[in-house]
Each structure stands twice: as structure tokens, then as C-alpha cells.
């Protein structure tokens, strides 16, 4: 006999997130510090009503639940009302990187069918640029100027905040991002209310983000790169203050710190070296910092070993944009107190442990089929699968996790007998730089374009400030010449300045797989000793 369960209905959305953070922690503030310098203050409580604002001003324009609503736009206070604003219509947020080129810009707004454009009076002449091109966007608005465009202040501050949520399942889509992770076009991560509030739950745990009601966070990771890491969600559940700034430069924002409090901070390796670097330089008080996260590209253990020694709490993280994006974390394990300085910056050194409500595994790189034993010694291809990782690509016809569900993640990592994870390698052929993306695929087709370029190959080289940069391995044509200069300039005309590879190398050859394929595994290794001169 089936028995039903005899709990409450509540569908699992993001707006009980903002209800709550009302609710129970109303008072405590989201600042903003904008580019200008000034700071402007709302409250989690001011946020919700804001937000409810705009789920009416959304209906007015006629956007319906599914809709996309995108934001072109940095991290600051009315771009989280836009968060709750748009999930809370029943619409999708769709997170738009402003730093990708053109042709990107034009293909994921049209792919995305964007009906709506909140933006930045500092994309304006990006905006004017695609404005022809993006064929599906109806309305565009502005957040912080009313000279183009209508005012968010305004279009929102014509309504009184009297509205309902959109009610409707939690397998509803809420938030798009796109990936341009790996070759082709960006594809799109649709993620749902359901996986964002399961990731909201872990995140928060004292062995993952360990936030609570005393964190004042500052999340430098960009609000359009892989959902802010759930910072928007996960500061509500727990009533966090959220402080935001406009300029990312090491004075600024420790300056920020100091005033605010701020004792959370959150981003790629590149900004912690640049604020250690900072203070070290001039000598300043380290901001009230007790916890430190890191992500998106592998932290040097000098650098975690810097911040452990002023005393902070650091937490490296690995995921993806298709991850949520939190899937590891190198928390503390039981015999952690027992460890001097140098075993504990081992632990934080490596990838860490899947949280729970994630799955693990790697497999040989030339046989997926035969899953690698967790030894610490055999490294695979990076696979993942659990509550909140990605099942397929926005508008894709198939899946892109397997049946069993394992997403293959483009990292070649290995597991360590107790799960850690320690990546290696990546298999997808691109570079990351700064926390940003490059495409060796696009680099090489513009070098073949010479006519005296037989083959060319882009690699990550090591780079003390931007994790890795790329380089330009190329074989000329017999008897043709080329120079360095020749090559940058045709470079120059293809893909975006900081694309640019910061050296370019002649060679006699280039390693092939079996099959013809250009080996960047053997090219690295071939590189293994290059450094750039910085
Ligand atoms: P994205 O989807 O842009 O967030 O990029 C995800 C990719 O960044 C991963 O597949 C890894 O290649 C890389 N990545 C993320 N976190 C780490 C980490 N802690 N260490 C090394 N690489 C990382």
C-alpha cells in the first residue's frame, strides 16, 4: 500500500530566501560602494521590498513566468534586488558577462531569447554597440542613470511592492549562465530554485562557506560569474551583511574592509595576491579578515599560507558554472588541530572534499568506461554528478551528463584514498586567466591564418598575478618566414587585448596524440620549466 508522507507542501523557491532574510534579519545592511566612491545603504528587509517592486513592474511590461530577464551589470545592491526580482516574477536571471566579445554577446542574448536588459551606464557604449543585434529584447533599463534609458530607480519606484511571489515548482528554472569553458559557442546553465536553494543549504555549513549572521561579506567574484558562488542566496538564509564594491583594485577594497567590517572575503587567487601584495607594500593593518574564500583557479600554497599566517580561516574551493557552482571544499579534517602550520596548509592546498549531496569519481583519460582507484597516484578525467550539478545545456537537444548522471567536468584530477581531490590537468583546451576565460581553439585558428604558419598551439603557462597566461607555440611552413611582431598583429585584429598571448615561441615540432591530434599534455610537459618574464 503506498502511504503518503505526512509533511507540509512548500515548494523549495528562492523568494522564501528573501522572506526570510526579511523577516528574521531585516535590519542588517547590503552597501554598496559605486564606482565614484559613494556608498549607498539598503537593508535585507529593503531588498524584499524592492524586489516585490520589481516582480510588479515586470508584470507590467507583460513578462511572464520562464521569461528572461538579463543584468549587464557589476556587484552592487540593486543588482541583488534584481536577483529576487526577476526569480521572484517566476522569471530567469540571466547573469550576462560583460566581458566577453561581441560575437559572444550577440549569440547569448539571441539564445537566450532575453526579453528584458537591466545594465550599467558603464556598458552603455557596449549596449549601443549590440543594440541591433539583439534581436529579442524588448526593454531596456538602466540602473544607475536615467540619460539612455529608463532609471531602475524609477521604473521600480512607480509601483508600491503590494504583489505576490510567482508561486510554481521548485524544478522551475530560475537563473541562466553562460559557459564559455570550453570550444564552440557559450552554452547555457539553466539552473533551477530547487538546486539553487540545495546549494544554499550546503553552502552555508561551518565545513563549507561557514557563514552566519556575523559575516560581513564581500564577494569579489562578479555577480554574472557562475551565480556569485551563491553568495546572494546563501548571505539571506543566514542574515549576512553583504558589501559591495564597484572597484576591484587591493586599495580600494581594503579601504572598503576597514570601514565596513568586513570580515568574509571571496575570490579568485589573483585577488588575494594582489592584497596580500598591497599591504605588504604599504605597510597597511590587515582589514578585520577572518575568512577567506578562494576558487576558480589553483591557489599557490604560498599564498594560503600568507593569509593562514594573519590569522584567517581559508576555504578553497573547486567548481564549476555547471556545478552551481560549490562541489568541493578543503575543509578541516579531524586530525586538523593536530597538524603544524605546514600540514595544515597541505589540507587547504588541494581541492578538498565533495560536499554532501555530491559525488566524485575519475576515470582513464583513453577508456572512460574504467573508473580509477581513489590512490592518490592515478590521475583521470574529473567526473561529477549530485543535487545540484548540471543534467544538460540550456536549449541543448541532449544530455550532457551521462545516464548514470556523471557530468564529465574537462579537469583531470586524481582522488586520494580519503576523497580528496587534487587536480592535475584539464582536458579542455583553454586558459584561465584572472578568473576569466581564453580559448586556445580561437588563438590557433587566427595564428593559421598566416599564410607561413604550418601548425600553432596556445598553452597556460604559470603566472605569478593571473594563475596562468597563454603562449603561442608555432611551427613555420618550410622555407616561409614570420615574425613575433607579425603574428601579434594579426592576433591583435582577431581576438580581445587580454586574449593576447604574453609570448610567442618557434619551434621544429609539435606533439601529436595517436590519432593526429595536437598533445598539449606532451606540449606542457615540453614547457614544463618555461617561465614568462613578468
Ligand atoms: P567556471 O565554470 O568559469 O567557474 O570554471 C570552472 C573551472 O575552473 C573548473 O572546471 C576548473 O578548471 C577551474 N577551477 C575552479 N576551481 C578551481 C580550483 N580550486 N583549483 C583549480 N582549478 C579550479
Avoid at 559605486?34 to 510588479?56: E, F, N, P, Y
Avoid at 550577440?106 to 557604449?125: E, M, P, S
Amino acid at each position: 500500500m503506498n502511504i503518503l508522507g505526512a509533511m507540509q507542501d512548500w515548494e523549495m523557491r528562492t523568494s522564501l530566501l528573501i522572506d526570510h532574510a526579511a523577516r528574521e534579519h531585516g535590519g542588517r545592511e547590503i552597501v554598496t560602494q559605486w564606482a565614484d566612491g559613494s556608498r549607498t545603504r539598503t537593508t535585507w528587509a529593503g531588498v524584499r521590498r524592492d524586489a516585490l517592486k520589481m516582480v510588479q513592474a515586470l508584470r507590467r511590461l507583460g513578462i511572464a513566468p520562464g521569461d528572461r530577464v538579463a543584468t549587464l551589470a557589476m556587484n552592487h545592491g540593486r543588482h541583488l534586488v534584481a536577483w529576487y526580482g526577476a526569480t521572484g516574477a517566476g522569471g530567469i536571471l540571466h547573469t550576462i558577462n560583460p566581458r566577453l566579445f561581441d560575437d559572444q554577446l550577440d549569440y547569448i542574448a539571441n539564445h537566450a531569447g532575453d526579453r528584458v536588459l537591466i545594465y550599467d551606464a558603464a556598458f552603455q557604449a557596449l549596449v549601443d554597440r549590440m543594440r541591433p543585434h539583439w534581436k529579442t529584447i524588448e526593454h531596456y533599463i538602466c540602473f544607475d542613470s536615467g540619460e539612455h534609458a529608463l532609471h531602475f530607480e524609477d521604473w521600480i519606484g512607480a509601483e508600491d511592492g503590494d504583489a505576490e511571489w510567482a508561486q510554481g515548482s521548485e524544478r522551475d528554472p530560475c537563473m541562466l549562465c553562460y559557459t564559455s569553458g570550453t570550444t564552440g559557442h557559450p552554452k547555457g546553465v539553466l539552473f533551477e530554485h530547487r538546486s539553487n536553494m540545495l546549494h544554499t543549504y550546503a553552502a552555508i555549513m561551518p565545513q563549507c562557506l561557514d557563514l552566519d549572521a556575523r559575516a560581513a561579506v564581500l564577494p569579489v567574484v562578479p555577480m554574472f560569474h557562475a551565480n556569485n558562488w551563491g553568495f546572494p542566496w546563501a548571505a539571506a538564509a543566514v542574515g549576512a551583511k553583504l558589501v559591495y564594491c564597484a572597484n576591484n583594485d587591493a586599495a580600494t577594497l581594503c579601504r572598503l574592509m576597514h570601514a565596513e567590517g568586513v570580515n568574509y572575503l571571496a575570490g579568485v587567487p589573483t585577488v588575494w595576491l594582489a592584497l596580500l601584495q598591497h599591504i605588504e607594500e604599504t605597510g597597511q593593518a590587515m582589514p578585520p579578515l577572518t575568512r577567506a574564500l578562494t576558487g576558480g583557479s589553483a591557489m599557490p600554497r604560498a599564498i594560503i599560507e600568507r593569509l593562514m599566517r594573519h590569522g584567517i580561516r581559508v576555504a578553497h574551493a573547486w567548481g564549476m558554472t555547471e556545478t552551481s557552482p560549490i562541489a568541493t571544499i578543503a575543509f578541516e579534517p579531524a586530525d586538523y588541530d593536530d597538524r603544524d602550520l605546514d600540514g595544515q596548509v597541505a589540507v587547504k592546498a588541494l581541492q578538498g572534499k565533495a560536499l554532501f549531496g555530491i559525488e566524485l569519481r575519475t576515470v582513464d583519460l583513453d577508456d572512460p568506461a574504467r573508473v580509477l582507484p581513489r590512490d592518490g597516484k592515478s590521475a583521470g578525467a574529473l567526473q561529477v554528478r549530485g543535487l545540484w550539478v548540471i543534467r544538460r545545456y540550456f536549449k541543448a537537444e541532449q544530455d550532457t551528463a551521462d545516464t548514470d548522471q556523471w557530468f564529465d567536468t574537462g579537469d583531470v584530477a586524481m582522488l586520494h584514498p580519503d576523497g580528496t581531490l587534487q587536480l592535475t590537468d584539464r582536458t579542455k583546451d583553454v586558459i584561465k586567466s584572472g578568473g576569466e576565460w581564453i580559448s586556445s581553439v580561437e588563438l590557433e585558428n587566427c595564428a593559421v591564418a598566416h599564410p607561413a604558419v604550418a601548425e600553432a598551439a596556445a598553452i597556460g603557462i604559470p603566472h605569478p598575478k593571473w594563475d596562468e597566461r597563454p603562449i603561442l607555440v608555432v611551427v613555420k611552413k618550410p622555407g616561409m618566414d614570420v615574425t613575433v611582431e607579425e603574428l601579434r598583429s594579426l592576433l591583435a585584429a582577431g581576438v580581445a587585448k587580454w586574449w593576447l598571448p604574453d609570448a610567442i615561441e618557434f619551434v621544429d615540432d609539435i606533439p601529436h596524440t595517436g590519432t593526429g591530434k595536437i598533445s598539449k599534455k606532451d606540449l606542457r610537459e615540453r614547457f614544463g620549466d618555461y617561465r614568462l618574464d613578468v
